[in-house]
């Protein structure tokens, strides 16, 4: 059986650099179980979950090497269900070499990710886009990453939060508003490309301000766009 691991490229979108409230029929990113509405993009993770259930469901009693959820046996996916979900924000590296902070150079894109949780903890993310047949999953897995964005969703519990890509610099962060401000947490590949430290720099808590950020990213995505 096929796995589709397929990445569509992401539409751009304009967005503000503030965490500005989502319109009535978006739902909030990384929002809290009761905070949830059956939006489009949600009713269409539930059913590609559901339908990626039901054709593995054949294969109870095993487990396929490179299986993309972190699970025992491919029956525990019928008991699966869609957690919070969130919109991938892109970084325009453009804006960010001529000068603009990163939270100014962010660009809301058509692609949502949702946790996809087995008895409340996080077996692996599910990517879904839109299309002329409605909210299509184009790729499922990342067992690792959703377990580590769990745990700092845990730990900001209430707090604004957005995904943060800068392709160009292979760095994600977990973007936390406070007091209008963000600060940001670099997920596992922006703490390997960048060389920064798990704990944080500003107050040893994960986060970092923008500025403590800058000179690394630039710089990175200098390099990798060829402008030495």
Same mark, same amino acid.
């Given at each position: 059986?096929?796995?589709?691991?397929?990445?569509?490229?992401?539409?751009?979108?304009?967005?503000?650099?503030?965490?500005?409230?989502?319109?009535?029929?978006?739902?909030?990113?990384?929002?809290q179980?009761?905070?949830?509405?059956?939006?489009?993009?949600?009713?269409?993770?539930?059913?590609?979950?559901?339908?990626?259930a039901?054709?593995?469901?054949?294969e109870?009693g095993?487990?396929?090497q &490179? /299986?993309?959820?972190?699970? %025992? +046996?491919? !029956?525990? #996916?019928?008991?699966? =269900?869609?957690?919070? &979900? /969130?919109?991938?924000?892109? %970084? +325009?590296? !453009?804006? #960010?070499?001529?000068? =603009?902070?990163?939270?100014?150079s962010?660009?809301?894109? %058509?692609t949502?990710?949702?946790?996809v949780?087995?008895?409340?903890?996080p077996?692996?993310?599910m990517?879904?886009?839109?299309?002329?047949?409605?909210?299509?999953?184009?790729?499922?897995?990342g067992?690792g990453?959703?377990?580590?964005?769990?745990?700092?969703?845990?730990?900001?519990?209430?707090?604004?939060?957005?995904?943060?890509r800068?392709?160009q610099?292979?760095?994600?962060?977990?973007?936390?508003?406070e007091?209008g401000?963000?600060?940001?947490?670099?997920l596992r590949?922006?703490?390997?490309?960048?060389?920064l430290?798990a704990?944080g720099?500003s107050?040893?808590?994960?986060?970092?301000?923008?500025?403590?950020?800058?000179?690394?990213?630039?710089?990175?995505?200098?390099?990798?766009?060829?402008?030495?």
């Amino acid at each position: 059986m096929n796995l589709r691991f397929c990445i569509s490229l992401p539409l751009l979108l304009a967005a503000g650099a503030a965490f500005a409230a989502p319109p009535q029929n978006v739902e909030a990113d990384f929002a809290q179980a009761s905070a949830r509405i059956e939006t489009p993009a949600r009713a269409g993770a539930d059913l590609a979950l559901r339908n990626f259930a039901a054709q593995w469901g054949r294969e109870a009693g095993t487990l396929p090497q &490179g /299986f993309p959820f972190d699970v %025992a +046996d491919v !029956a525990d #996916l019928a008991d699966a =269900k869609v957690g919070y &979900g /969130f919109r991938v924000y892109e %970084a +325009d590296p !453009a804006a #960010l070499l001529a000068g =603009k902070r990163l939270d100014e150079s962010l660009r809301a894109t %058509a692609t949502w990710r949702f946790n996809v949780t087995l008895g409340g903890r996080p077996i692996g993310l599910m990517t879904v886009v839109e299309d002329a047949g409605g909210w299509q999953a184009v790729s499922f897995g990342g067992a690792g990453l959703a377990k580590e964005i769990d745990a700092v969703v845990d730990a900001r519990a209430g707090a604004p939060m957005r995904y943060v890509r800068v392709n160009q610099a292979t760095a994600d962060f977990i973007a936390v508003g406070e007091g209008g401000k963000a600060r940001y947490a670099p997920l596992r590949a922006a703490r390997e490309s960048l060389r920064l430290a798990a704990s944080g720099k500003s107050g040893g808590d994960g986060l970092y301000a923008e500025s403590e950020l800058t000179a690394q990213l630039r710089d990175s995505v200098g390099r990798n766009l060829g402008h030495e």
